[in-house]
């Protein structure tokens, strides 16, 4: 049986290929905007199946450069729940194949349309020939944290206080995707450990030890922002050996400021 389906996104047809797989979905050739759609509309998901992503690398390098959309198909992987490979050559179209249905999907202006078949001996051929070349494919390395570790480690290191500040920075951040004007992870970090008063060298082990960024990089972007007035520090006192610098916010007019609105301002002092 073949039939069209017509959706004004990506996710009505995601609702298709997920519903009715028991077993592995097959995602082929997916799109930038596929990828996050899939990315987002999975966590949503209690009823998820195994999936396994054939993309082309350099597609997977511009979406995973994306911080927010890296860290939460880090949480995919780790969890068993996707696994992505290197696809050798481009296919004809995205495809989602399970052993039950073939979907080819399908972008055209503002709809996206895709063809199913569910004829048992094209589903079963297909399937076939994708799971040999997703067994043969090279496999993609996320070097970004699962967004629940990164999470739970800021909570248990940095505080409470300064974890829910950072969610709520990066919750405003995926409301506003596309504006091209974001904040980079380690800015952010930066930003609520300045609000809460983190020293400098506490924010920037736990970014290391994580694998957000390395010290070095906190310390190169702390000096972007000290420059530009964003943050200032002072210096605290040990028993040995310098002081370390405890973060501070240094624009009077960010003072007081709730966590997304700090994000929104720093981002305007920054771009």
Not at 10 to 15: D, F, Q, R, S
Not at 24 to 31: A, G, H, R, T
Not at 101 to 111: P, T
Request: proline share 3%; aromatic share 4%; net charge negative.
């Amino acid at each position: 049986m073949v039939s069209n389906l017509l959706e004004t996104d990506v996710e009505g047809i995601l609702e298709t290929a997920f519903s009715g797989t028991d077993g592995e979905l097959l995602v082929v050739d997916p799109s930038a905007g596929t990828i996050v759609s899939l990315v987002e509309a999975a966590l949503a998901r209690d009823d998820l199946p195994s999936m396994s992503m054939l993309a082309d690398e350099r597609v997977l390098k511009d979406v995973m450069d994306d911080f927010l959309v890296a860290s939460k198909a880090a949480d995919l992987v780790s969890d068993g729940a996707l696994s992505i490979r290197l696809l050798p050559e481009n296919a004809d179209n995205a495809l989602f194949v399970s052993e039950s249905r073939v979907l080819a999907l399908v972008s055209s202006g503002d709809h996206v349309a895709a063809l199913s078949s569910e004829d048992d001996e094209f589903v079963a051929e297909v399937f076939d020939a994708y799971r040999t070349a997703f067994d043969d494919a090279e496999e993609y390395h996320l070097r970004t944290p699962p967004i629940s570790v990164v999470r739970e480690t800021m909570e248990a290191e940095i505080g409470e206080s300064a974890r829910e500040d950072f969610d709520r920075v990066l919750a405003s951040m995926d409301a506003a995707r596309g504006d091209g004007e974001g904040l980079d992870e380690v800015t952010v970090a930066l930003l609520v450990a300045a609000k809460n008063d983190v020293l400098l060298y506490d924010i920037s082990k736990w970014g290391e030890d994580v694998g957000i960024a390395s010290k070095a990089t906190f310390s190169r972007t702390k000096t972007r922002l000290e420059d530009m007035g964003v943050i200032d520090t002072e210096k605290v006192p040990i028993d040995v050996g310098r002081p370390r610098l405890r973060l501070k916010i240094g624009d009077e007019d960010l003072l007081g400021l709730d966590a997304e609105a700090l994000a929104e301002a720093a981002t305007r002092v920054l771009n």
